[in-house]
């Protein structure tokens, strides 16, 4: 369950409200309209911004909402903290101004859409979108004081310390400057303002500690004064509903020698006032400043009384003083003993039926639990050997003690000289093994026991014996000897696949391809010598191939040239008077650009063309509307201030306009 509301964001005023929402608004919508837009895009424009304005005002309100608590799915104690400190009524009112508001503006929206549906113009779709945002304007205007309200409510939440109501709690109340908050130092860390004056806690302190491996939190509340419920002021009504709610024990602190300014009585008196809240709690009743007054000091009578109150409910006294630390942690260890065990058996009494019979967890655990008997009936004794029965207790005084390993450390100078002897308890087959420089590790023996003292002489006859056989011939055979035809084609195979590596290799280094598409070998190019030189660098004679491809081109290449030569030959010939042509002639003979005007053809005359082109200026007139060159025009042209249109604002100064 959430202790804690420190994460709430904090919750803008009316003005901030409007400027964040309305600024967001012109920055992620477009804002450009003209009049010549069609109808249905200009309704379009003014609704969307109708509908992004509303949606971004009902995104704020739900945050709000979300962020703070809601009290019916709080626990009672933090329920009726809040009523005490905020007055749950408001908290709900400002609540739900809030919800309301965010239905209104939806309504606001949804009539004005409508409205704007039917929009015969631009200037009074326009007129209807400011009524719409005026409107949502002027509500949230008057939401000044719930904004306000809740946003302070939202600082003192922060503030408020985090308070578990279900883990193990130590409660301290009593009268002001009684030394609770003292107590409270001396066992945690919480820092703590300790001051010689009555009410110098205002609000709840809590505080950490560990007993046993578990954590407690110990609560420090307010004073309370003894007079009727209704007469309580808010600092008071902390304490008490800190002791209604929480399942805690409850530590009563008490002042005998009165130097808090309430007398002996008054503290009883309190105490039986506000006993009806410790129902089903541990109370503890703890005479602080012992070293001033203690229970043994106090009149016949108010020892009577104040012993009267231990006797009902297993009420506990304890006593200590925080000026001197007596008793300190004696009193925190008595509390948090008896807290444990209360609620282990709270746990162990759930579930259990009328007829008082054990059920629930413990009835479920009881039933796991299966305890071996032996078979036959026979009982098998516990078997403790003689020389531990007869052991005598180890006595450091007794001269007659035995003798341990720290004994026989110390007579032989101590640590750092002396090192006790870790192979004396050695269990070993053989008891002179035990300090052998190389232990046991198979069968009794180790690795030198399989060292042969011979093995150098035998591995030199070894070798000598192997290279009297390799001398011999005794490894040499048939097989070894190759065909020399095999070695050939094994050495041009060789050869082969380093070529094809080398071909491999040059492709990958051919960088220009990297980003390129590669063109299949069977539509690219090569010239007939590169051809060639491939064929010799294999090693295969290619001359007959590059002549029958020479003379299948060769015919052709012929003609063509034979052809040309003629021409030019005739022309000469027939024309000697005819000058040659310049160079700029020939190029422009040889261009293959239109020589007519592209735009007079197909026109039969001008009447025509007249009337092409005023269709022509009929239809760019729509794009002239719409503020287009043509067709292809996707341009947007800005037709507001810059820092209205280019994103949200970061951090920093907003005074350049």
């Known amino acids: 369950m959430k202790t804690t509301w420190k994460d709430i964001p904090p919750v803008p005023t009316q003005q901030e409200f409007l400027d964040i929402v309305l600024s967001r608004t012109q920055r992620k919508l477009p804002t450009q309209i003209r009049a010549g837009f069609q109808i249905s895009r200009i309704r379009a424009f003014y609704t969307r911004k109708v509908k992004f304005t509303q949606e971004t005002f009902s995104e704020k309100f739900a945050s709000i909402l979300d962020s703070f608590p809601r009290l019916q799915d709080i626990h009672p104690f933090h329920k009726d903290l809040l009523n005490t400190l905020y007055d749950a009524d408001h908290f709900k009112i400002a609540?739900?101004?809030?919800?309301?508001?965010?239905?209104?503006?939806?309504?606001?929206?949804?009539?004005?859409?409508?409205?704007?549906?039917?929009?015969?113009?631009l200037f009074q779709c326009k007129q209807l979108k400011r009524a719409a945002l005026g409107r949502m304007a002027t509500l949230i205007k008057r939401l000044k004081d719930p904004l306000q309200y809740l946003d302070q409510v939202r600082q003192h939440l922060g503030r408020l310390p985090s308070i578990d109501p279900n883990t193990r709690t130590l409660l301290i109340c009593g009268y002001p400057n009684v030394g609770k908050s003292s107590f409270l130092r001396s066992v945690t860390r919480a820092d703590v303002d300790v001051q010689p004056y009555a009410f110098t806690t205002k609000s709840l302190f809590v505080g950490h500690f560990d007993y046993k491996y578990l954590r407690f939190q110990a609560i420090d509340t307010p004073g309370i004064l003894d007079h009727p419920l209704e007469e309580m002021n808010t600092i008071e009504m902390q304490s008490i509903t800190a002791i209604a709610h929480l399942r805690s024990a409850i530590l009563y602190f008490m002042d005998l020698s009165e130097q808090c300014g309430y007398t002996v009585q008054a503290q009883i008196q309190l105490f039986k006032s506000i006993k009806p809240l410790f129902s089903n709690k541990l109370v503890f009743i703890v005479i602080n400043k012992i070293d001033v007054a203690r229970p043994e000091d106090l009149s016949p009578e108010l020892h009577a009384e104040l012993q009267g109150l231990l006797k009902s409910d297993d009420i506990e006294l304890l006593q200590l003083s925080c000026n001197t630390q007596e008793g300190v942690q004696e009193v925190k260890n008595a509390a948090c003993e008896r807290l444990i065990a209360e609620r282990v058996n709270q746990k162990l009494k759930a579930g259990t039926n009328n007829s008082g019979a054990v059920g629930g967890r413990l009835a479920d655990v009881m039933a796991r639990i299966h305890v071996a008997v032996p078979m036959g009936g026979q009982t098998l004794e516990t078997f403790i050997p003689e020389a531990v029965k007869s052991r005598k207790k180890y006595d450091?005084?007794?001269?007659?003690?035995?003798?341990?390993?720290?004994?026989?450390?110390?007579?032989?100078?101590?640590?750092?000289?002396?090192?006790?002897?870790?192979?004396?308890?050695?269990?070993?087959?053989?008891?002179?093994?035990k300090y052998d420089a190389i232990p046991e590790i198979f069968d009794g023996k180790n690795v030198y026991d399989f060292i042969d003292p011979?093995?150098?002489?035998?591995?030199?006859?070894?070798?000598?014996?192997?290279?009297?056989?390799?001398?011999?011939?005794?490894?040499?055979?048939?097989?070894?000897?190759?065909?020399?035809?095999?070695?050939?084609?094994?050495?041009?195979?060789?050869?082969?696949?380093?070529?094809?590596?080398?071909?491999?290799?040059?492709?990958?280094?051919?960088?220009?391809?990297k980003n390129q598409a590669i063109i299949p070998r069977k539509f690219s190019k090569k010239p007939l010598s590169?051809?060639?030189?491939?064929?010799?660098?294999?090693g295969v004679d290619a001359t007959d191939m590059v002549d029958r491809a020479r003379s299948k081109s060769r015919p052709a290449r012929g003609r063509s040239l034979t052809r040309s030569r003629a021409g030019t030959e005739d022309a000469d010939a027939m024309d000697v008077d005819t000058p040659r042509p310049s160079a700029a002639d020939r190029a422009r003979s040889r261009s293959r650009a239109p020589t007519t005007n592209r735009l007079n053809d197909g026109v039969q005359d001008e009447a025509t063309r007249t009337k092409a082109e005023r269709i022509a200026r009929l239809y760019q007139k729509k794009m002239n509307r719409m503020a287009r060159q043509g067709e292809g025009d996707r341009h947007t042209t800005a037709s507001i201030t810059k820092h209205l249109v280019v994103g949200k604002r970061g951090m920093g100064k907003t005074n350049r306009r």
């Not at 640590?415 to 006790?420: E, M, P, S, T």
């Not at 000598?464 to 095999?486: F, T």
């Not at 590169?530 to 294999?538: K, P, R, S």
Request: hydrophobic share 35%; charged share 45%.
């Open 530 to 538: 590169e051809f060639e030189d491939a064929m010799d660098t294999l």
């Open 95 to 121: 609540l739900g101004q809030m919800s309301t508001a965010k239905h209104l503006i939806e309504t606001i929206s949804r009539d004005y859409v409508r409205l704007i549906k039917y929009g015969q113009s």
């Open 454 to 513: 011979d093995i150098e002489s035998k591995l030199a006859a070894l070798e000598e014996e192997e290279e009297k056989l390799e001398q011999e011939g005794y490894y040499e055979s048939d097989d070894d000897i190759e065909d020399e035809e095999e070695a050939e084609v094994l050495r041009k195979a060789e050869l082969i696949r380093e070529k094809q590596q080398l071909i491999r290799n040059e492709a990958r280094m051919k960088k220009r391809l």
């Open 396 to 433: 450091k005084t007794d001269p007659e003690r035995r003798k341990l390993a720290r004994d026989v450390e110390v007579e032989n100078g101590g640590a750092g000289v002396f090192n006790v002897d870790m192979r004396a308890d050695y269990i070993l087959e053989n008891p002179d093994w």
